[in-house]
T-cell receptor
Framework: DAKTTQPTSMDCAEGRAANLPCNHS???????VYWYRQIHSQGPQYIIH???NNETNEMASLIITEDRKSSTLILPHATLRDTAVYYC???????????FGPGTRLSVLP | SAVISQKPSRDICQRGTSLTIQCQVD?????MFWYRQQPGQSLTLIAT?????????ESGFVIDKFPISRPNLTFSTLTVSNMSPEDSSIYLC????????????FGQGTRLTVV
């Protein structure tokens, strides 16, 4: 799995966009970028994943740089319920397991 | 997405005893995994639960301490044996490659406290 680097923590004002960065400069060509989040006392929740094109779903948008060395998860209108630890993981779509780093602790402030 | 039920959701156990955690999935899945999350830490993979064969353990985890069963494609158990306070953690079941999805889905976890 690609090693990823994320900021330890971030704050975001409620209603504003939360932009969570992730560096994955050693990512391989067959590795996707996955994002999960873990709200306190719950199991990790899948958010989104992508290979090289930008992706959007009902939860978030994923912007991957053209060289694939970094990406940004965007929560367009953060709410208090988005307060969680966000994990960025590089992994082939098949095979290998998900390896979780320390993630980014996002605090959405009222 | 897969619906994963873990039992128990939490337990307080005496040191030296064992606890078996159950993971039930609402559909057949290829891959099932067990993770541990120690207080304030990220998730660490314990083992891959293989259907019909012995589990594959990660470095630092052994079968005698964490025996795993997977009798079919929808169910698995993890036993934490001869518990000590250091085993106090959240234990999570995860599945992959279900119903055309390649992402992993997680149960809500079992919060274990050993006293």
């Amino acid at each position: 799995d690609a090693k990823t680097t994320q900021p330890t923590s971030m704050d975001c004002a409620e209603g504003r966009a939360a932009n969570l960065p992730c560096n994955h400069s050693t990512i391989s060509g067959n590795e996707y970028v996955y994002w999960y989040r873990q709200i306190h006392s719950q199991g990790p929740q899948y958010i989104i994943h992508g290979l090289k094109n930008n992706e959007t779903n009902e939860m978030a948008s994923l912007i991957i740089t053209e060289d694939r060395k970094s990406s940004t998860l965007i929560l367009p209108h953060a709410t208090l319920r988005d307060t969680a630890v966000y994990y960025c993981i590089g992994k082939p779509i098949y095979g290998q397991n998900f390896v979780f780093g320390p993630g980014t602790r996002l605090s959405v402030l009222p | 997405s897969a619906v994963i039920s873990q039992k128990p959701s939490r337990d307080i156990c005496q040191r030296g005893t064992s606890l078996t955690i159950q993971c039930q999935v609402d559909s057949q899945v290829t891959m099932m995994f067990w993770y541990r999350q120690q207080p304030g830490q990220s998730l660490t993979l314990i083992a891959t639960a293989n259907q019909g064969s012995e589990a594959t353990y990660e470095s630092g985890f052994v079968i005698d301490k964490f025996p795993i069963s997977r009798p079919n494609l929808t169910f698995s158990t993890l036993t934490v044996s001869n518990m000590s306070p250091e085993d106090s953690s959240i234990y999570l079941c995860s599945v992959e490659n279900t119903q055309g999805h390649t992402e992993a889905f997680f149960g809500q976890g079992t919060r274990l406290t050993v006293v």
